[in-house]
């Protein structure tokens, strides 16, 4: 063979390259490959020239170089070789040794689907249901998507357009049998949308056994939200048999992964000792892991530890911290506790004004003890204008949801009220009743 391709016969210059690549009768010698390659392909040979253009792609027995691997990809790519334009066609669509060119890399793509080439099709039926190189045709990329029905990535984009009446009629069924089939090739992501499915009973019949199956598959490939899913289901015992541990186990594994509801859970169980005696340092450490990632529950109960002390130094200024991230995103005991904070200057400087507001943000949610405070604010004209009206409104609310206080309260603050105030208070109590009930 090594006769044969010092004479310049193109075969057997491939032939021997791949023997040197793979060390196979020969010393290996990725440089040696290299270099048969690109004897065989200055001579036209398309398998030479594609692997000399992945070995200047990898850095293979060359200096990596995509420059040189468009180059040769395009060389092959002319000479009609598929592998070649496939590759030709993602390094135009993704800029690698040249310039974005969307509209090129559909023409390379294009010629690698019209011969059957499945990767080819998928990157074409994506080009138009994208709008990326050619005109946006959502029915057209079903059409290509279905070509490849065979391959994963295929399977997974039809069960997204028909579950949204992209391109197709909209079939949740439908959906559901082509992400089933993408499920079955092992696509940790399509197994975790298809386990939500059963879990939901979208397209198919709900079934918690079904939806643990196909979390579990997708949670043993580290996919970080179907372990957390998993971990819901073992807690609750749906569709697998109850257990703490193995609960704890797969929240565990999602939370070292960055999950921020795992970490959340993983804190309060650690707080609470739900597996072992209670560790409110450890329970901390994952609250503030979670509230970091903006968990709002996480950034409240991480709140909660800094006003009280417990698994870290008490920090009024940390506290009012972490309730104002929560408060701002509308959790109402932050919301309270923000305002109590204010009111007392701890941890911030005093400040009724801020009080009132976030009583008032707290009261809006129907926390009792919130409308009590926002009717002391308007009674005392603290932090609002003097307003018996608003107090009245307030404190009767916080009566009718419960709160003792509010009772005595509303019976001392009605014997201000003229009968005219008293009315109008009564109307706008009963337009706050009908609002929430309305909104239920």
């Not at 801020?354 to 919130?370: N, S």
């Not at 018996?388 to 003792?404: C, D, N, P, R, T």
């Amino acid at each position: 063979m090594r006769k044969a391709a010092d004479q310049g016969v193109a075969q057997a210059q491939f032939n021997l390259g791949s023997l040197c690549a793979r060390g196979e009768g020969v010393p290996r010698s990725t440089s040696d490959a290299a270099n048969w390659f690109k004897r065989a392909s200055d001579q036209g040979d398309t398998n030479a020239t594609l692997n000399l253009a992945l070995r200047y792609d990898k850095g293979d027995g060359v200096k990596k170089d995509q420059s040189a691997a468009f180059k040769w990809y395009r060389a092959a790519a002319e000479l009609g070789n598929v592998e070649a334009q496939v590759r030709l066609g993602s390094a135009y669509a993704n800029g690698r040794g040249t310039s974005t060119n969307l509209v090129e890399a559909v023409k390379w793509y294009r010629k690698a689907a019209e011969v059957g080439d499945p990767r080819a099709q998928v990157n074409l039926g994506f080009a138009y249901v994208e709008g990326q190189g050619v005109p946006k045709n959502e029915s057209e990329g079903a059409n290509w998507f279905k070509k490849a029905a065979a391959d994963p990535r295929a399977q997974y984009n039809l069960g997204i357009l028909y579950e949204n009446g992209r391109g197709v009629p909209r079939d949740l069924a439908e959906a559901a049998k082509w992400y089933q089939k993408a499920a079955e090739q092992g696509v940790a992501e399509v197994q975790l949308k298809l386990g939500g499915l059963y879990a939901q009973g979208v397209g198919v019949s709900q079934d918690f056994g079904q939806a643990a199956k196909w979390f579990r598959k997708a949670a043993e490939q580290g996919e970080r939200t179907a372990q957390y899913n998993l971990a819901v289901l073992h807690e609750q015992g749906r569709g697998v048999p109850q257990s703490a541990t193995e609960a704890f186990k797969w929240y565990e594994l999602a939370a070292k992964q960055g999950h921020a509801k795992a970490q959340y859970w993983i804190g309060y169980a650690q707080l609470e000792g739900r597996i072992s005696a209670p560790n409110p340092a450890e329970g901390a450490k994952w609250f503030r892991a979670a509230a970091d990632q903006g968990e709002v529950p996480a950034q409240f109960n991480l709140g909660v530890l800094y006003d009280t002390g417990r698994g870290v130094k008490q920090d009024y200024a940390e506290a009012a911290k972490w309730f104002r991230k929560a408060a701002e995103h509308g959790h109402p005991l932050a919301q309270l506790n923000l305002a109590t904070m204010y009111d007392a200057g701890q941890g911030v400087e005093k400040d009724l004004g801020e009080a009132a507001k976030w009583f008032r943000a707290a009261a809006q949610q129907k926390i009792p003890q919130a409308e009590y405070a926002i009717a002391a604010c308007y009674a005392d004209g603290e932090g609002v204008p003097k307003d018996m009206v608003e107090a009245y409104k307030w404190i009767s609310l916080a009566a009718a949801h419960g709160l003792s206080d509010a009772v005595t309260f509303k019976g001392t603050m009605e014997k201000k009220l003229t009968p005219e105030e008293k009315a109008k208070a009564e109307q706008l109590v009963s337009a706050s009743v009908a609002g929430s009930a309305k909104a239920n």
